[in-house]
Every structure is written in C-alpha cells, then in structure tokens.
T-cell receptor
Framework: DAKTTQPNSMESNEEEPVHLPCNHSTISGTDYIHWYRQLPSQGPEYVIH???SNVNNRMASLAIAEDRKSSTLILHRATLRDAAVYYC???????????FGKGTTLSVSS | KAGVTQTPRYLIKTRGQQVTLSCSPI?????VSWYQQTPGQGLQFLFEYFSETQRNKGNFPGRFSGRQFSNSRSEMNVSTLELGDSALYLCASSAGRPSTDTQYFGPGTRLTVL
C-alpha cells in the first residue's frame, strides 16, 4: 500500500471547522482513501472514505484533490469529543489490512 | 447489533509464558483482523482471517499466531512472551471486502509482560 504523510499535530477551538490534510503522492488509481480516528483509551473508529469524488457523511467531509495526490478531512464544527488521533490510510484491492501511519493528533479547546 | 468484544480486557503474564486472546466479531462479519499497538511502533497489522483461513499477514515473528472458528470468532496466541510484547491488542471485524469495507474495532486487550 502507498504511504501517506500527515502533520503530527493540529489544534482547534470548539465550534470551529477543522481541516486535516493528508498527502499521498504515490497513490495508485485503485487506492481508496480512508480516514479512521482513535479517541483516548478506545479502539480506532471509521470516519469516512472515498475514491475520487468528495464525500460527506454525518461525521465529516472528505475533499479529494483532482490529481488524488492529497486529501483533506473536514470536521465542520469541532467539539471536545473530536479530540483524537486521525489516521489517513490508503487501501488497495489486494487486501483488507489497515496500514496505519503516525496520524495527526487533534487537540480541541473550549 | 452488538459490537466487537474482546476478552480478557487486561492480562499480566511473565516472560516465557504463552497467552491466548479472544475476539468475537459483529454478527454476520466473516473477517477478523488483529493489530498490535505500542507507544513506539504505533498500530501494526498482525494478520487477518476470513472464513477460517488466514488471508493476510503482517511482519511479525512466528510466535504470533491465530485462528478463526466456524462462527467467525477468532483467537490470537503469542508463545514465549517477551517484554516487548507488552501492548494493546486490538481486533477488528468487517464483511471482508477489500478496499472499501469498514472495520469495526473492539476495545482491545491490554497485555503486560513482566
């Protein structure tokens, strides 16, 4: 699976939007972009995934660059509960394993 | 639907012993994956079982093994424990479709090796 690059940490204030970037310059045409997050003392949880088009769900939005070499996870209004480590993961057709990087630690202040 | 359950939640063992961890997936899920999480190495993929067969394997020594039963429940075994095996062991269940399926994680088993 191709690698991703994320900032180590980001900070946000409550109620403000948060844009979490991810670079994946070696992405292949069949790789899906997945985002998971891990809240303190919990297992990771799925956030969103996409292939080429921007995606929205109740948790977040995923904006994918036209060349697919980068993407951005958007939390529209951060809450204290969104403080977590966010992982951007590429998944190809070869298997189901999630290959986690270091992720971005998001801190949210009130 | 009930979520992924893992037992035990906490475990303390000594070097040289072996340990077996258990994971019950979400009903209807046929894939169970195991991950190890340590402060130094982060989250690392151990292996995946699908319909009782190991389908994928990460880069871990043969001391780490697993199996899956016909009801999709899975066990993971670590033999000859080393201090470095102290970690949070997470299992995740999914339908098993590559690329797109969502993996649902359990709360993990915290293993401490003394």
């Amino acid at each position: 699976d191709a690698k991703t690059t994320q900032p180590n940490s980001m900070e946000s204030n409550e109620e403000e939007p948060v844009h979490l970037p991810c670079n994946h310059s070696t992405i292949s045409g069949t790789d899906y972009i997945h985002w998971y997050r891990q809240l303190p003392s919990q297992g990771p949880e799925y956030v969103i995934h996409g292939l080429t088009s921007n995606v929205n769900n109740r948790m977040a939005s995923l904006a994918i660059a036209e060349d697919r070499k980068s993407s951005t996870l958007i939390l529209h209004r951060a809450t204290l509960r969104d403080a977590a480590v966010y992982y951007c993961i590429l998944r190809g057709q070869a298997g189901t394993a999630l290959i986690f990087g270091k992720g971005t630690t998001l801190s949210v202040s009130s | 639907k009930a979520g992924v359950t893992q037992t035990p939640r906490y475990l303390i063992k000594t070097r040289g012993q072996q340990v077996t961890l258990s994971c019950s997936p979400i009903s209807g899920h046929r894939s169970v994956s195991w991950y190890q999480q340590t402060p130094g190495q982060g989250l690392q993929f151990l292996f995946e079982y699908f319909s009782e067969t190991q389908r994928n394997k990460g880069n871990f020594p043969g001391r780490f093994s697993g199996r899956q039963f016909s009801n999709s429940r899975s066990e993971m075994n670590v033999s000859t424990l080393e201090l470095g095996d102290s970690a949070l062991y997470l299992c995740a269940s999914s339908a098993g479709r590559p690329s797109t399926d969502t993996q649902y994680f359990g709360p993990g088993t915290r293993l401490t090796v003394l």
